[in-house]
């Protein structure tokens, strides 16, 4: 044992480091696993698929609001440009809402959680093409890390490797996740701009006399209110939210199916999909243009997807089908039967269909309706960003968690004033409708051929759905997606630039910091401390060791930080106990809480000096607080007293009686193995014999013997060294944080200079700093700053 502690040759230092950076110990795989969550029972699903309305279907809802005056801006001339529209608005709300995001794309939740990331996550967990550092292969032992093994003759076994292999194509796919978050941002800008002013608009029907520039002023006075109560959250208003977008569900279907009695009920034969060709055969480059207003008609789809962790799928799956698509479509129809009467109405034809009487309540219900549709956006992409932030794709903000029960009810105040500010640049710079409705489209429909993508290789890798469905999936979706593409960006000058400036300035900035994080990483990675240095330093480590904790952060979940080094040459003094704490997160939506934590110890015990990995999922609320400490430190001493294995065990341990004692039989003819074993047989007894026919020897008795008395000897120490944890506790704990500063190499080219230089740095001046981000008070706080050149 002795001879095995002297300090390492030169000649085995790169031998010996490799030894001692073990993985860590899953310290939770020690504790009873999560239960498993309890199916809903019915009442609960029906009553999560009426609240899911108020924050699901909003955005979709309000669609009618808009659509016909986007589809004919030029005004309506004949009725079977009419029947046509009709037509393709009925079979895109059952090809694309329907059939692809609510009974396939909805199935590919991660744990009950939708949205861009959530389909990156699912194949990331099925092929190593994260780009996440510090990933380790004790990730995939979580409960909530489920995966399978793909035949590598198969054809999603070749995809796999491809994909693994191929650098390119793992940046290509982070890009385009990235581009479809930077999509989902637009539509959560847009959406508030068109569904407000097409709202407010409905007050020139009945007042004439009011013009334009009141209706703007009202709108943008709506909007600075609407996202002036975003800090109260969701859950303040939700249960309002579910009856106020309930009525407004009925009233549309209810005006929809009098305006087809009363006025022409022969636009029912619009569900006979020969009107779309003849649509088409009339006018091909006209019908084509105006895809990008009946586009509009499914708007929302993408916010349905990305809401859905606020539910569950089947609650979201009923309300849909059942519900939410038999009133719009009867809102389309009676629209329509009413345009075939009155085709100069088409400009304001939601509200010229209204009856006189109801005009005043819907024009209040209408108002409503356009603000919650806003809320379900806005709502979205804050949780989206919260994942992008999670997963290192986007720079540290403030996140304020707005209710305990949902997770992905958030606050970001920061996005919440840039979405306000340039909502309303919008609204009133394009003062009108059909501008705002070329923008949404292109948002919309970029962030739908996104998703189809994902799905591809969902249901490749994760599924492993049959090669034929995979193609009929592909060759359906991609080629709606496609077409509507391409009639948006014809009119890219009529507003459709809009969403492809905003999603750039979003891209570059998460391009940015996601590129910075990870060259971050590598920097910290290359300058790691040999675990084989500090332990020559002694139990002191050549300093005088203070009472208390020391918390030092990193990003390396493997090998101590270079700040430490930089701290030990700076400071005479280090604390009586040491942890080093990474805190990372996972491509998955939640870590449990006894999977938490996982520890290792450095060196032999009297170094006191420890390895923490605190692990969290994307839509995890993170919050460094007493709480965290507390669960640290008690899952610390867990370990302690489970006397798991040390990095130094391999050297410094070889002799102990842990790796020498032969497993015995139980007497239920159960092997067991480890020390752990012989505590489990020896609680509460001095000596125990295994008597088995087979295996029963004297030798063996006497191995168990000697085995339980140095258990008993063990524990002692165990003890002391857990009172010994607690006593620094109560003398308090300092955070040790590390302030890396990077910046690029002289002879670096000029796009990495520009990037790290000027754009990165930038991004970190104006962002979050790390202690706030951890929530550290100031009076426990040290940085640590080096400056690295990559």
Same mark, same amino acid.
Not at 149 to 166: F, I, Q
Not at 461 to 468: E, K, S
Not at 740 to 769: P, T
């Given at each position: 044992?002795?001879?095995?502690?002297?300090?390492?040759?030169?000649?085995?230092?790169?031998?010996?480091?490799?030894?001692?950076?073990?993985?860590?110990?899953? @310290?939770?795989?020690?504790?009873?696993?999560?239960?498993?969550?309890?199916?809903?029972?019915?009442?609960?699903?029906?009553?999560?698929?009426?609240?899911?309305?108020?924050?699901?279907?909003?955005?979709?809802?309000?669609?009618?609001?808009?659509?016909?005056?986007?589809?004919?801006?030029?005004?309506?001339?004949?009725?079977?440009?009419?029947?046509?529209?009709?037509?393709?608005?009925?079979?895109?709300?059952?090809?694309?809402?329907?059939?692809?995001?609510?009974?396939?794309?909805?199935?590919?939740?991660?744990?009950?959680?939708?949205?861009?990331?959530?389909?990156?996550?699912?194949?990331?967990?099925?092929?190593?093409?994260?780009?996440?550092?510090?990933?380790?292969?004790? !990730?995939?032992?979580?409960?909530?890390?489920?995966?399978?093994?793909?035949?590598?003759?198969?054809?999603?076994?070749?995809?796999?490797?491809?994909?693994?292999?191929?650098?390119?194509?793992?940046?290509?796919?982070?890009?385009?996740?990235?581009?479809?978050?930077?999509?989902?941002?637009?539509?959560?800008?847009?959406?508030?701009?068109?569904?407000?002013?097409?709202?407010?608009?409905?007050?020139?029907?009945?007042?004439?006399?009011?013009?334009?520039?009141?209706?703007?002023?009202?709108?943008?006075?709506?909007?600075?209110?609407?996202?002036?109560?975003?800090?109260?959250?969701?859950?303040?208003?939700?249960?309002?939210?579910?009856?106020?977008?309930?009525?407004?569900?009925?009233?549309?279907?209810?005006?929809?199916?009098?305006?087809?009695?009363?006025?022409?009920?022969?636009?029912?034969?619009?569900?006979?999909?020969?009107?779309?060709?003849?649509?088409?055969?009339?006018?091909?480059?006209?019908?084509?243009?105006?895809?990008?207003?009946?586009?509009?008609?499914?708007?929302?789809? @993408?916010?349905?997807?990305?809401?859905?962790?606020?539910?569950?799928?089947?609650?979201?799956?009923?309300?849909?089908?059942?519900?939410?698509?038999?009133?719009?479509?009867?809102?389309?129809?009676?629209?329509?039967?009413?345009?075939?009467?009155?085709?100069?109405?088409?400009?304001?034809?939601?509200?010229?269909?209204?009856?006189?009487?109801?005009?005043?309540?819907?024009?209040?219900?209408?108002?409503?309706?356009?603000?919650?549709?806003?809320?379900?956006?806005?709502?979205?992409?804050?949780?989206?960003?919260?994942?992008?932030?999670?997963?290192?794709?986007?720079?540290?903000?403030?996140?304020?968690?707005?209710?305990?029960?949902?997770?992905?009810?958030?606050?970001?105040?920061?996005?919440?004033?840039?979405?306000?500010?340039?909502?309303?640049?919008?609204?009133?710079?394009?003062?009108?409708?059909?501008?705002?409705?070329?923008?949404?489209?292109?948002?919309?429909?970029?962030?739908?051929?996104?998703?189809?993508?994902?799905?591809?290789?969902?249901?490749?890798?994760?599924?492993?759905?049959?090669?034929?469905?995979?193609?009929?999936?592909?060759?359906?979706?991609?080629?709606?997606?496609?077409?509507?593409?391409?009639?948006?960006?014809?009119?890219?000058?009529?507003?459709?630039?809009?969403?492809?400036?905003?999603?750039?300035?979003?891209?570059?900035?998460?391009?940015?910091?996601?590129?910075?994080?990870?060259?971050?990483?590598?920097?910290?990675?290359?300058?790691?401390?040999?675990?084989?240095?500090?332990?020559?330093?002694?139990?002191?480590?050549?300093?005088?060791?203070?009472?208390?904790?020391?918390?030092?952060?990193?990003?390396?979940?493997?090998?101590?930080?270079?700040?430490?080094?930089?701290?030990?040459?700076?400071?005479?003094?280090?604390?009586?106990?040491?942890?080093?704490?990474?805190?990372?997160?996972?491509?998955?939506?939640?870590?449990?809480?006894?999977?938490?934590?996982?520890?290792?110890?450095?060196?032999?015990? @009297?170094?006191?000096?420890?390895?923490?990995?605190?692990?969290?999922?994307?839509?995890?609320?993170?919050?460094?607080?007493?709480?965290?400490?507390?669960?640290?430190?008690?899952?610390?001493?867990?370990?302690?007293?489970?006397?798991?294995?040390?990095?130094?065990?391999?050297?410094?341990?070889?002799?102990?009686?842990?790796?020498?004692?032969?497993?015995?039989?139980?007497?239920?003819?159960?092997?067991?193995?480890?020390?752990?074993?012989?505590?489990?047989?020896?609680?509460?007894?001095?000596?125990?014999?295994?008597?088995?026919?087979?295996?029963?020897?004297?030798?063996?008795?006497?191995?168990?013997?000697?085995?339980? @008395?140095?258990?008993?000897?063990?524990?002692?120490?165990?003890?002391? !060294?857990?009172?010994?944890?607690?006593?620094?506790?109560?003398?308090?704990?300092?955070?040790?944080?590390?302030?890396?500063?990077?910046?690029?190499?002289?002879?670096?080219?000029?796009?990495?200079?520009?990037?790290?230089?000027?754009?990165?740095?930038?991004?970190?001046?104006?962002?979050?700093?790390?202690?706030?981000?951890?929530?550290?008070?100031?009076?426990?706080?040290?940085?640590?700053?080096?400056?690295?050149?990559?």
């Amino acid at each position: 044992m002795a001879e095995a502690s002297q300090p390492p040759t030169a000649g085995n230092l790169f031998e010996l480091n490799m030894r001692l950076d073990q993985p860590l110990d899953a @310290e939770a795989e020690q504790l009873p696993s999560s239960a498993e969550p309890k199916a809903p029972s019915a009442f609960t699903t029906l009553r999560f698929a009426f609240q899911s309305l108020g924050i699901v279907y909003g955005d979709l809802g309000t669609s009618p609001l808009y659509v016909y005056h986007s589809t004919f801006p030029d005004g309506l001339t004949e009725k079977e440009d009419l029947m046509g529209a009709l037509s393709l608005i009925i079979y895109l709300l059952l090809l694309i809402p329907l059939l692809k995001y609510t009974f396939i794309v909805m199935k590919a939740n991660d744990n009950g959680q939708g949205g861009t990331f959530s389909l990156y996550s699912l194949i990331c967990r099925h092929a190593r093409v994260d780009t996440i550092p510090s990933q380790h292969w004790t !990730d995939r032992m979580l409960t909530t890390y489920q995966s399978h093994v793909l035949d590598e003759k198969s054809v999603a076994g070749k995809t796999k490797h491809w994909l693994e292999e191929n650098t390119y194509a793992q940046k290509l796919l982070v890009l385009l996740v990235l581009f479809g978050t930077s999509m989902l941002i637009g539509d959560g800008l847009l959406t508030p701009a068109i569904s407000v002013l097409s709202s407010v608009g409905g007050i020139q029907v009945n007042k004439p006399q009011v013009n334009d520039d009141w209706v703007l002023a009202l709108a943008c006075i709506i909007l600075v209110l609407l996202f002036s109560v975003q800090r109260f959250g969701t859950g303040k208003v939700g249960w309002f939210f579910a009856p106020a977008v309930f009525v407004w569900f009925l009233s549309i279907g209810l005006i929809g199916i009098y305006n087809i009695v009363k006025h022409d009920p022969v636009v029912l034969k619009a569900f006979l999909p020969t009107y779309i060709f003849r649509y088409f055969q009339g006018h091909a480059k006209k019908s084509w243009v105006s895809l990008g207003g009946i586009l509009l008609s499914i708007t929302g789809t @993408e916010a349905l997807y990305a809401d859905v962790g606020h539910f569950t799928v089947s609650s979201v799956q009923i309300a849909f089908p059942f519900f939410v698509l038999p009133c719009l479509l009867a809102s389309y129809v009676g629209q329509a039967a009413y345009l075939s009467k009155h085709p100069g109405d088409v400009t304001h034809a939601f509200y010229r269909s209204i009856p006189e009487p109801v005009y005043w309540p819907m024009f209040v219900v209408a108002t409503v309706a356009a603000i919650i549709a806003s809320q379900a956006t806005i709502t979205a992409t804050f949780a989206t960003i919260k994942q992008a932030v999670a997963l290192g794709c986007f720079p540290r903000v403030k996140l304020v968690f707005t209710s305990s029960k949902h997770l992905g009810q958030v606050y970001i105040p920061e996005i919440n004033w840039i979405l306000m500010v340039l909502c309303i640049i919008i609204t009133a710079g394009f003062r009108g409708t059909i501008q705002i409705g070329n923008a949404y489209g292109i948002a919309v429909v970029a962030l739908m051929l996104v998703t189809t993508m994902l799905m591809i290789l969902v249901m490749l890798l994760v599924w492993r759905t049959n090669l034929f469905f995979i193609i009929l999936f592909a060759t359906v979706f991609m080629a709606v997606d496609l077409v509507l593409l391409s009639s948006v960006l014809f009119k890219f000058k009529q507003g459709g630039w809009a969403p492809l400036v905003i999603g750039g300035l979003c891209l570059a900035v998460m391009f940015t910091w996601h590129y910075g994080m990870l060259k971050k990483y590598e920097v910290e990675q290359q300058n790691k401390v040999p675990v084989s240095w500090i332990l020559g330093l002694g139990p002191c480590l050549g300093l005088v060791r203070v009472p208390g904790i020391g918390f030092i952060y990193s990003e390396l979940a493997h090998g101590v930080p270079s700040i430490f080094s930089h701290f030990m040459t700076h400071l005479p003094a280090i604390h009586a106990v040491v942890v080093f704490v990474c805190v990372k997160y996972l491509p998955v939506n939640i870590v449990p809480e006894e999977e938490r934590f996982l520890f290792r110890r450095i060196g032999p015990k @009297e170094f006191r000096l420890y390895r923490c990995v605190a692990r969290y999922g994307y839509r995890d609320l993170h919050k460094r607080d007493d709480k965290f400490e507390d669960n640290l430190i008690s899952n610390l001493s867990l370990y302690i007293m489970q006397n798991c294995p040390s990095e130094s065990t391999s050297v410094y341990d070889e002799g102990s009686v842990s790796h020498v004692v032969e497993s015995p039989l139980l007497p239920d003819g159960q092997s067991t193995t480890g020390m752990q074993s012989i505590r489990e047989l020896s609680s509460g007894t001095n000596s125990i014999e295994i008597t088995s026919p087979a295996h029963t020897s004297k030798n063996t008795t006497q191995r168990v013997r000697f085995a339980i @008395e140095q258990v008993e000897s063990e524990t002692e120490v165990e003890d002391e !060294d857990v009172a010994f944890l607690q006593e620094a506790r109560r003398a308090g704990i300092v955070h040790i944080l590390g302030d890396v500063v990077i910046k690029a190499k002289s002879h670096s080219n000029i796009g990495k200079k520009f990037l790290i230089d000027y754009m990165y740095a930038l991004l970190q001046r104006i962002c979050r700093e790390n202690s706030a981000a951890l929530n550290i008070p100031h009076e426990n706080l040290l940085n640590v700053g080096q400056v690295y050149f990559v």
